[in-house]
């Protein structure tokens, strides 16, 4: 997205990165009043699925609309048109359909096992999403002629196999998981001022949000600064899709294996290996930044690290929502899911934004060839020096979150409590 705005629309580094960062803090509002909503549906569909359904196509209509800045406008007019679309995609359409498709697996199983591996199912497709468009998108854009017609093309596809995905997920589900406030209203409803304070008191609750928010502004920055790593440190733009599968692929192959060791050891331990690993592959560069070998190991190993957290990062809020109802009596799957995607949000806002400024910074110029010597410092610190930081900030926060010590407690807990709604309906 930064490269478009930057080197086809022509807007500014440090603007772009911005438009970027305002979109993902507005999503904040819509984070939260979309899990309200969410909390509050009540349907014969249940109460996830309808905001998967009705944000299917306009989703897919807002991305085509985003990445077609009209070229006669001025600049000013470039910018309005780049912030409001992206808003409109990310705050309303994108917001409403992640935060119910992320709820919802909090309600298709109670099992903590199968929530592991739906999410591995989830991200390993995402993954292999994100592999093949990082694969193609500059070759196609380059084969459709490299304009502004040819990004409007691509993203027209894009967008007709995002929404008929949504739909399948929409008649392809169904919510399993009954609670007392879905199934009979039995426990008197709690005011959101209620619910948010009580949220803000569970530790994990907190820590969740934080390692939501340090994980994608790790990844922001490391997707944001890459294209410009490879164009401009490496000397080839087309090793950009190269770097992207060596990090990606490890993942597609050993997270299916994860559910299993998961379940044997927990969520948390391998969470802190993984994490070590991330760390090694990462301080790599270090000893030759120019050698394209050299950061194509360093990609591989980061991409083994993130397995972990690729698997059960999401797995980890649905206990943080059963941990929640276990605390303080009321289940808050859209509230809780809204305020971790709003970190995810919020983090790779501003992981985007930071590449944004550090060109600015250093005085990238689109235009130009070779970039100055600041400039190429600026990518150094997005691509190489700032997730060596933000790796270890992860780490930390993993090391606290010990939310998997309740899980017989609080499985116990809710499963009396299932017994008992389905008996009183």
């Not at 930064?2 to 990165?17: E, H, K, P, R, S």
């Amino acid at each position: 997205m930064l490269f478009y705005l930057t080197n086809i629309a022509g807007i500014g580094a440090a603007v772009a990165g911005t438009i970027l960062l305002v979109g993902q803090l507005l999503n904040g509002v819509t984070d939260l009043l979309v899990g309200v909503f969410i909390d509050k549906t009540k349907t014969r569909w249940g109460k996830t699925r309808p905001w998967i359904l009705v944000t299917a196509i306009p989703m897919g209509l807002s991305l085509v609309l985003l990445f077609s800045v009209p070229s006669g406008f001025s600049e000013t007019g470039k910018i309005a048109w780049a912030f409001i679309m992206y808003a409109l995609l990310m705050a309303v359409f994108f917001t409403a359909s992640n935060i119910a498709y992320s709820a919802l697996l909090a309600v298709l199983t109670p099992s903590p096992k199968t929530r592991v591996t739906l999410t591995t199912f989830r991200f390993f497709m995402a993954l292999l999403t994100t592999l093949i468009v990082s694969s193609i998108t500059l070759p196609l854009i380059q084969t459709l002629g490299n304009d502004q017609h040819a990004w409007t093309s691509l993203t027209s596809i894009y967008g007709i196999i995002a929404a008929v995905t949504l739909l399948i997920v929409f008649f392809g589900t169904k919510e399993r998981v009954v609670t007392a406030a879905t199934a009979a209203d039995a426990e008197p409803e709690q005011p959101l001022g209620t619910r948010l304070k009580n949220l803000f008191h569970n530790r994990y609750f907190v820590l969740a949000g934080l390692l939501f928010i340090a994980f994608y502004l790790l990844s922001g920055l490391a997707q944001g600064s890459g294209v410009y790593y490879a164009t401009n440190i490496l000397g080839d733009a087309s090793l950009f899709s190269i770097l992207s599968i060596a990090t990606i692929l490890p993942s597609l192959i050993g997270i299916s294996f994860m559910p299993a060791i998961m379940g044997r050891y927990g969520k948390r331990p391998i969470f802190l290996i993984g994490l070590g690993i991330m760390l090694i592959g990462s301080l790599l560069p270090l000893f030759g930044p120019h050698s394209f070998e050299l950061i194509l190991i360093s990609q591989l190993i980061r991409g083994v690290g993130q397995i972990p957290l690729t698997a059960g990062l999401f797995a980890i809020v649905a206990d943080v929502v059963d941990y929640s109802e276990w605390k303080h009596g009321v289940r808050s799957d859209g509230l809780i899911y809204s305020a971790a995607i709003f970190g995810q949000k919020v983090g790779g806002g501003f992981g985007a934004a930071a590449v944004g400024w550090l060109l600015s910074w250093g005085a990238y110029d689109a235009k130009v060839v070779h970039q100055s010597a600041a400039a190429n410092q600026a990518i150094f610190g997005a691509y190489i020096y700032l997730p060596i930081a933000l790796i270890v900030v992860v780490g930390i926060i993993v090391y606290f979150f010990r939310i998997e010590q309740y899980t017989p407690q609080v499985q116990a807990f809710l499963r009396k409590k299932r017994e008992q709604t389905q008996a009183a309906s």
